[in-house]
């Protein structure tokens, strides 16, 4: 019988991080999901071990590292980088301390954990998986706190990626486009899109992508289980998915 791989998911009470939790479940994995706020129940989500953390904390990151020793004593076979937050405000409105916190929830943690777990991915000669954003690439007014953060995600994948491959690990990220979650709600209430009904901006938003629709968050857990799973990305590390609906394959100006 092939032996159960296991792996870590962050921002796991969330859009994307739930569905994840859900697809590596129904793949037989075993979950261990991380997040601050409470891991929602239902069937699709049976069986996951949830863990509440906070992650920006480097002496939380390493405490719950300990407390899971036991569980990954076989090694962590994906560490899934999905937490995130994001700050709606122009730069010069945004103070110090929101700015140190998108940093530390979203670019300090996913290294805090490759450290932590550093032993456990290489003992399984495992993957990790940081989910950056669109907004790595191309972004737009007053998320720039967030995007920055995701860009310097980008480079830390590729840093992992030279520095663990000797140990076997292999380090890629994935960029979501719109994708039906809370965070693209908050993001949809920005001045400059402002208007209407939610339904009607998600609707207006959708009209200016290639396919006409937003990603549903199962969308982009499938290619977060692709590139987590060794044995459907084997010879792939380094690198960065784009699953945007064609957004970045046209030019603004058109």
Do not use: C
């Amino acid at each position: 019988m092939a032996k159960t791989r296991t792996v870590l998911i962050t921002g796991a009470a969330g859009g994307v991080g739930r569905a994840t939790v859900a697809l590596f479940l129904e793949e037989g994995w075993r979950v261990l999901a991380v997040d601050l706020s409470p891991f929602p129940q239902g069937p699709l989500l049976k069986g996951a071990h949830f863990f509440k953390a906070d992650i920006s904390i480097a002496q939380e990151v390493q405490a719950l590292a300990d407390s899971l020793g036991s569980q990954v004593a076989g090694g962590l076979h994906a560490l899934v980088n999905n937490a995130a937050v994001q700050i709606i405000k122009p730069l010069v409105e945004t103070t110090s301390e929101e700015w140190d916190q998108v940093q530390a929830v979203n670019l300090r943690a996913p290294f805090l954990l490759a450290r932590s777990f550093h032993a456990a991915l290489k003992k399984a000669k495992g993957a990790i998986v940081n989910v950056s954003s669109v907004h790595a690439l191309a972004t737009s007014a007053q998320i720039g706190a967030y995007a920055s953060t995701k860009g310097g995600l980008l480079a830390l994948t590729r840093s992992m990626a030279i520095e663990f491959a000797a140990d076997g690990v292999r380090a890629n990220a994935v960029l979501p486009g719109a994708t039906d979650t809370p965070m693209l709600a908050s993001g949809l209430n920005r001045p400059h899109v402002k208007g209407g009904t939610a339904a009607k901006r998600k609707a207006q938003l959708a009209k200016k992508i290639l396919l006409k629709r937003l990603a549903a968050p199962e969308e982009i857990a499938r290619v977060i289980y692709f590139l987590a799973d060794s044995k459907q990305s084997s010879y792939i590390t380094g690198q960065s998915i784009v699953a945007d609906g064609g957004v970045l394959a046209r030019l603004s100006s058109e």
